[in-house]
């Protein structure tokens, strides 16, 4: 019979390889879930321990210690001090990096005093012959009371070892603290402290009264009593100062006994390519070439794929067309479900793509360099050396990139970035800019040698980036925001990028935009076809009503056919909407039906393409083989009997959709990371009014 | 062992590069909980690595941790330098 699953809390400092642990551990049996209430990815595996044993295991965000100072750490905490059945942990399994093992053994220590039974898994052993290291591995446990496991996740060694480790702590008898804080510091205080609940370890105690963090199961009165403690606050942050010396004094007389480094071994790699990639020339150099290379691969190694793609999701829709017998049924399959999937696979390509080179920058520890470079320039736009990441990420999807800013300490600065991340130019304006570009650009080159098209579209992605560092500069002067927080980043050694880690890491990302992106183009693209095919009374009388009109008289069927299509179009639910906006869009060169695009992509932006192809095909109602490209070019503005994307109508709405915020995932997401309506609600107005009034000069410029 | 030659104006802002201090003990309350934590405590030796090209951040190696900070902070912790 198999036992009940182990539930095991996986933590360690950042760059000590514990999501390569974790893959070791769980293959490809994990998933991605939310911890209530916060958007911080809760990355959940299960992993068989032996037979009958099997664990659930938590990659809890890394961190250098239990108290938090970005959002990614409060997790920590929060998963710790959980005291429900349901979430809290049974073992922890804590990482650490051979070569950082006294800075890693301070949250080690600090993770023992919560008396919940502990595993100190040392990783990349492999790497110990070559620095110098020796360790005395039965003396470690004996001092650190605890199991120790020599590991090497990159050369899956050690694994076994972790999982019969896991088993024996499972069983093994209540863990006791390690360093205990009550003895050096003040013994009285502490005593005091303890007196309050029996229920709770100490450190746990400390842990609340110093975070502010209180576990749902503490009653009124005992956190009345931790409260009164918080009234002498200088006296708190001495005691927290003088624990973490304490720590690592106690740290210190274990390492002497166990630990030797043989410094004449160490290597000098490290120097040699800071010197380098931090150079005051080269350094920028290097990193613009990186961007250079990734935006290429972006374009070019991306479109061959894509337009597989493309062809196969066509082919697709023709071939259910034929198959399946007419209908409604069909109709909605072929015109709406069909081609709304298609319009979220095409973009797989360019995002993993993208994902694939910030796992490799990240993996390699190339990333703090670049935050190294960055901050001072960043700082003045009121952001911080840590934002770069966002913002290269924005160029795939905002809402990852929104997600990578809770490492930036700083709240003004977080939330500068935040707000400025959706200019940049996110893959979903990719196909909204291709066919308004190849409709109003022509397909020449300059001095022979740069094609016009592709040149707007990199004005475009320069127009994006410039207005999100420029937003950013406004808000920094502008924002009242008092936030004290200080910057600091681990320069972690040079590695060669595990496969493995940077594999499940784009996989997982790649997924996430999918199912998530997805849902939403799914679900508009049924509505939108609903909507454009039921109306008013006018709608369903559509043959009457056309018919009686004296224009129509004498006109060949497959006119009057298209009449009525046309008819019905403008009396659906959804040409009501288009009508009854276009008054305010009317200045910006746009008519009801573009209107109605814009309506849905304030969804998600892509459907701006797939909702014209809906409203034109449906009112063209043939199934001929037109591309939205052929039908968007065919299509006339009937006041002035000239094309309708003509060149200051397409520029309008090129700078419209540079600017406005229109994405569905991104407000949510803004709602979720800022915990208010207020700054969402301020980016959908502020970017829909720069894109409006920028729309409105344009296009009365040009026309 | 060490002769130490206080200088009252010395922090790790005004370190050289490759130049080596250590963290004086009355620097403590301007020392970050999380830089503490991260490895910079009183006594402990800072070499100054790297300084960023528009000269913040630096770039330090405090008890075989390399982190950097903004020069604000480094500013704030004061060192003693051997001569």
Known sequence: ?????????????????????????????????????????????????????????????????????????????????????????????????????????????????????????????????????????????????????????????????VKEAIIRCHVAAKASPLCGINHKIDPDYFAKLKEISPNYSLYELWLMVTQNNFPETITASEKAALLSFKQDISKLKKYQHKETIYRYQEINKILKKTYLVDKSKASDVRSKLDKIFTHKIFGYIIFFLILLVIFQSIFDWASVPMDFIDGLF?????????????????????????????????????????????????????????????????RRFGM????????????????????????????????????????????????????????????????????????????????????????GYILHKTLNINSKSFFVIEMPN???????????????????????????????????????????????????????????????????DKKIASYKLENSYIGMLGKSIEPVIRPLGFDWKIGIALITSFAAREVFVGTLATIYSVEANDDDVTTIKQKMASEMNPETGKKRFNFPVGMSLLIFYAFAMQCMATFAIVKKETKTWKWPLIQLVGMGLLAYVSSLIIYQILS | MRDFLYQNLST????????????????????????????????????????????????????????????????????????
Request: proline letters at 5%; charged letters at 20%; one cysteine or more.
């Open chain 1, 384 to 471: 911080n050396g840590k934002s770069v990441i966002p913002l290269i990420s924005g160029t795939a999807c905002a809402i990852p990139a929104i997600m990578a800013t809770r490492t930036i300490g700083n709240w003004k600065e977080r939330l500068i970035t935040i707000l400025v991340v959706p200019f940049t130019t996110c893959s979903a304006r990719l196909p909204v800019y291709a066919i308004l570009i190849a409709l109003i650009i022509p397909d020449t080159k300059i001095f022979g040698l740069f094609n016009l098209q592709g040149l707007v579209l990199l004005s475009l992605y320069a127009l994006g980036f410039g207005t999100a560092i420029l937003a």
């Open chain 1, 1 to 161: 019979m198999a036992n009940k699953p182990i539930k095991v809390a996986l933590i360690g400092n950042p760059n000590t390889g514990k999501t390569l642990l974790f893959n070791q551990l769980t293959g490809l049996n994990q998933k991605v879930g939310n911890y209530p209430g916060v958007t911080v990815d809760k990355k959940e595996g299960v992993s068989k321990l032996s037979a009958t044993q099997t664990a659930i295991i938590t990659d809890l965000p890394g961190t250098y210690s239990i108290n938090p100072t970005s959002m990614d750490e409060s997790i920590v905490l929060k998963t710790l001090l959980k005291k429900d059945i349901k979430e809290s942990p049974d073992v922890i399994l804590v990482v650490a990096d051979v070569e950082n093992l006294k800075r890693n053994l301070l949250l080690f220590s600090q993770i023992k005093d919560l008396e919940i039974p502990t595993i100190l898994a040392i990783n990349m052993v492999d790497q110990m012959h070559k620095k110098g290291i020796s360790i005395d591995v039965s003396v470690l446990k004996e001092e650190l009371n605890t199991e120790v496991v020599l590991i090497s996740a990159k050369k899956n060694e050690g694994i076994k070892e």
């Open chain 2, 12 to 83: 790790i802002a005004s370190l050289q590069i490759g130049e080596i201090g250590y963290i004086s003990e009355e620097s403590l309350d301007n020392i970050p909980l999380k830089l503490l934590e991260m490895g910079c405590l009183p006594g402990a030796e800072v070499q100054l690595i790297q300084i960023a090209p528009l000269k913040d951040p630096i770039y330090i190696c405090v008890n075989g941790s390399h982190l950097a900070i903004r020069t604000e902070t480094a500013a704030q912790i004061k060192i003693l330098k051997s001569e």
């Open chain 1, 494 to 560: 040079y590695k060669i990028p595990s496969f493995k880690n940077v594999f499940f890491e784009v996989v997982e990302k790649t997924k996430a935009f999918v199912f998530g992106a997805g849902k939403i183009i799914l679900a508009l693209s049924i509505v939108l076809w609903f909507l454009a095919s039921n109306g008013s009374s006018d709608f369903k009388n559509a043959e009457k009503n056309v018919s009686k009109l004296d224009v129509s008289q004498n006109l060949p069927s497959d006119e009057l």
């Open chain 1, 314 to 378: 066509a082919n697709f829709s023709e071939l259910v067309k034929e198959a399946l017998p007419e209908g409604v049924f069909t109709d909605l399959l072929t015109d709406g479900i069909i081609p709304g999937i298609g319009g979220v696979v095409i973009f797989i390509p360019q995002i993993a793509i993208l994902f694939l080179f910030i796992a490799i920058l990240e993996e390699t520890g190339y990333m703090s360099r670049v935050v190294f470079l960055m901050d001072k320039i960043m």
